[in-house]
């Protein structure tokens, strides 16, 4: 069997790929061994990643937590969902892409000096901007509050998260579990937008690539559209000026 | 539940108070339907056989039996309202001490003077017209419901007051962070006085708010002609469901308030503290729970760096203020709102565009914005939480004042007197000197959100009197 620290970097890097993408896997390890599994997981992201997330670092030193040595040194370290949404709204407002592209590198490891975003007339051409030259796939969330959340996740992130959330969505209903090399080939009705950046439309990318094999024919929606992030951040207007 | 002089206890419902700490017992209002408007508006006469000068003796003889210490039913009332308030003890304590002073002979009579006119109430006042007919005009009292807001136990004698000064007929819903002191003061009238008509001119009972079944029976134009309703945006457009024709609203609804401190206030050390004690107080004071209250504040210090600098170090000189006001005006905060506490450290940990000063401890927090805009969450602004906005002209604060705008505290004085032609343009209802948002207690001559509360609880009836040698008759033309 392999080590311990070589199984937790697996769990860690391929949740699904480790429990052989079975729901009875996940639901089988024993209590003892998901505890030191999930410390030594959470003890090894923090020590990639403190330094590497300035939002992350900021609030280590804040709340004064140098190290994971339990599971519950993690919560003060969980950002609230304030945290996607602590520019100034002006920002969107009035098209100031750069400086909103210089608050979300401080949630993120990718490097976004680079990026060029000169030019951008709004949301939607500055989030497609990231995803054409960044692996960052920005999940917004409605902004009817008057403020959108912007959460970066990338790729590697979104991957491992849908797949991983297959199995428990699959493997109890004896369905196969579908990887990206294995796709499912069934018919997909999702009674929505057939793309979007919310975090509720971003996996229609996933559902249509993983569940319909990639055939569009099979994929229905009921607006064959992209959601327009613009038109959904401005009726928060209403939100932001009302007492 | 006090009902026109008769104390009830009887029907009791369990009910719980905001803020979960308290549950209590009262009688049903459902159960007391039919007696708690006054269905016969003819019944009001009896308000007519009391003169002016012996409703101010009512009321200075109410006031002296509200002396706290004498008072049983004020003191139950302010323990309990511990449990239910927005604000901590020492602040609930020191507004039940002052709700006797309230209620001075020339503080009543100033209020009815200036809001609605003594000789009004008292009577017919003639009017000679160029047509040759003359017109009187007098102030009748009317029958209304009163949906009082809890933030301060003063906005419940205040209603009292109102409704026995205009010899009307009032039944207040005790509002849920504060179903006491309305019923104390009743029960204090009901000792002093049980059948004196402004005794029998007031009721008080608790029902849950949006109750709609009870409230569509109650709130019927032959059982009230207004309806008096304080509140949040959700409470008060809730009431407008009600509104027909012969039922009216008169609407205090929800209100920010906001402060302008002017360059001279950073022109010297001096200018500088004396501004920051003055804004403190206005954050500070009933621990923010008023809607007089400042929440954002824009300082003309300019946005260059020397701006931001005099900004942030005005904002430090306002926190130590905040901390250092008297315990009676202001205390480290009842219960930090969470959400706001996770939308001030957000902006914290960011840092490039907002300078939080405190807030670690749940005490309150000044943040200073680092660019010529408010925090995102301004309009969640409590808990002794404020935002100085640095801008650079002032006219950037009028873009920011709209019919949602009640208080606006100025520094200094003189910028005032520039200001107060064009703030109400923009929808700011009340202009004050820096450090006096919520002195005057409601007692501002009546004028209240811009609008005349008084004189809109009245009926302004006109007797119009003619005779046809001097005025021309139609039915000669």
Excluded at chain 2, 93 to 112: K, Q
Excluded at chain 2, 287 to 307: E, F, K, L, S
Excluded at chain 2, 373 to 394: C, G, K, Q
Aim: aromatic fraction near 8%; proline fraction near 6%.
């Amino acid at each position: 069997m392999a080590s311990l620290d070589s199984q937790v970097d697996q769990m860690v890097t391929d949740p699904a790929g480790y429990f052989h993408r079975s729901a009875t896997q996940i639901h089988s390890i024993s209590r003892d061994k998901q505890d030191i599994m999930q410390l030594l997981g959470l003890r090894l992201r923090f020590e990639q990643l403190r330094d590497r997330v300035p939002i992350l670092k900021k609030l280590a030193d804040e709340q004064r937590v140098g190290e994971i040595t339990e599971l519950d040194d993690v919560v003060p370290l969980l950002f609230s969902h304030t945290v996607y949404k602590s520019y100034p709204v002006s920002l969107l407002e009035q098209n100031r892409f750069a400086q909103l592209t210089r608050w979300l590198q401080k949630l993120t490891t990718v490097d976004l000096s680079e990026l060029d975003v000169s030019g951008c007339d709004g949301v939607d051409d500055w989030i497609g901007r990231i995803d054409a030259h960044t692996p960052i796939r920005i999940r917004t969330s409605s902004g009817t509050s008057g403020q959108m959340s912007f959460i970066p996740r990338t790729v590697r992130e979104a991957d491992r998260h849908f797949y991983s959330m297959a199995i428990g969505t699959c493997d109890p209903v004896g369905l196969r579990v579908p990887t990206p090399e294995q796709p499912l080939d069934m018919h997909l009705v999702i009674p929505t937008f057939r793309s979007g950046y919310s975090g509720v439309l971003r996996p229609n990318d996933y559902y249509r690539a993983a569940i319909a094999g990639g055939d569009e024919s099979k994929a229905h929606f009921l607006y064959p559209s992209q959601q327009s992030a613009d038109l959904m951040f401005s009726p928060g207007a209403c939100g932001r000026r009302r007492p | 539940m006090v009902v026109r002089g008769q104390v009830i206890a009887d029907n009791l419902v369990e009910i719980g108070g905001r803020g979960g700490e308290l549950r209590f017992l009262t009688p049903d209002a459902n159960a007391y339907l039919n007696v708690l408007p006054l269905a016969d508006p003819g019944r009001l006469r009896d308000l007519y056989q009391v003169s002016f000068e012996e409703i101010l003796d009512y009321l200075q003889e109410l006031g002296r039996r509200l002396d706290f210490d004498g008072n049983p039913y004020l003191q139950e009332a302010c323990g309990l309202s511990y449990l239910t308030a927005p604000t901590t003890p020492p602040l609930i304590d020191f507004t039940y001490r002052r709700l006797s002073g309230f209620c001075t002979r020339d503080r009543l009579r100033e209020i009815a003077e200036h809001a609605v006119g003594v000789e009004y109430l008292e009577g017919w006042v003639p009017i000679e017209l160029t047509s040759g007919a003359t017109v009187q005009i007098r102030c009748f009292g009317s029958r209304a419901v009163h949906i009082v807001a809890g933030n301060s136990p003063i906005i419940s004698l205040l209603t009292i007051v109102r409704n026995a000064l205009l010899r009307s007929d009032a039944i207040i819903k005790a509002p849920s962070n504060d179903p006491f002191t309305a019923l104390a003061i009743a029960r204090t009238m009901c000792d002093m006085a049980p059948d004196h008509p402004i005794t029998r001119h007031l009721a008080v009972a608790y029902w849950k708010g949006g109750d709609v079944g009870f409230e569509e029976r109650l709130y019927q134009p032959h059982n009230v002609e207004k309806i008096v309703a304080w509140g949040g945006f959700a409470s008060v457009k809730h009431v407008t469901r009600y509104i027909q024709p012969g039922l009216e609203l008169i609407s205090l609804d929800p209100k920010r308030s906001a402060s302008v401190i002017g360059e001279q206030a950073f022109d010297s050390e001096d200018e500088m503290s004396e501004a920051a004690i003055r804004l403190a107080t206005d954050i500070g004071s009933v621990n923010q729970a008023g809607c007089v209250n400042a929440r954002v504040i824009y300082a003309i210090t300019g946005t260059d760096d020397a701006g931001l600098a005099k900004a942030n170090a005005f904002g430090q000189l306002v926190y130590d203020a905040m901390l250092g006001l008297p315990s009676c005006v202001s205390t480290k905060p009842k219960r930090y709102d969470l959400s706001l506490k996770e939308s001030v450290d957000a902006v914290r940990l960011d840092g490039d565009w907002y300078h939080v000063i405190g807030g670690r401890d749940d005490e309150g927090a000044i943040i200073v914005s680092q660019l010529p805009e408010p925090v995102p969450f301004s309009a969640a602004l409590n808990d002794r939480t404020a935002n100085i906005v640095p801008v650079d002209t002032v006219d950037e604060v009028l873009a920011a004042v709209n019919a949602w705008t009640q208080t606006v505290g100025v520094y200094p004085e003189s910028l005032k007197d520039e200001l107060k032609g064009i703030l109400p343009l923009y929808g700011a209802q009340r202009l004050v000197s820096l450090g006096y948002a919520a002195a005057s207690a409601g007692s501002n001559c009546g004028r209240q959100d811009a609008i005349e509360p008084m004189r809109r609880m009245g009926k302004w009836i006109v007797n119009e009197i003619a005779t046809p040698d001097k005025v021309p008759p139609m039915w000669a033309l």
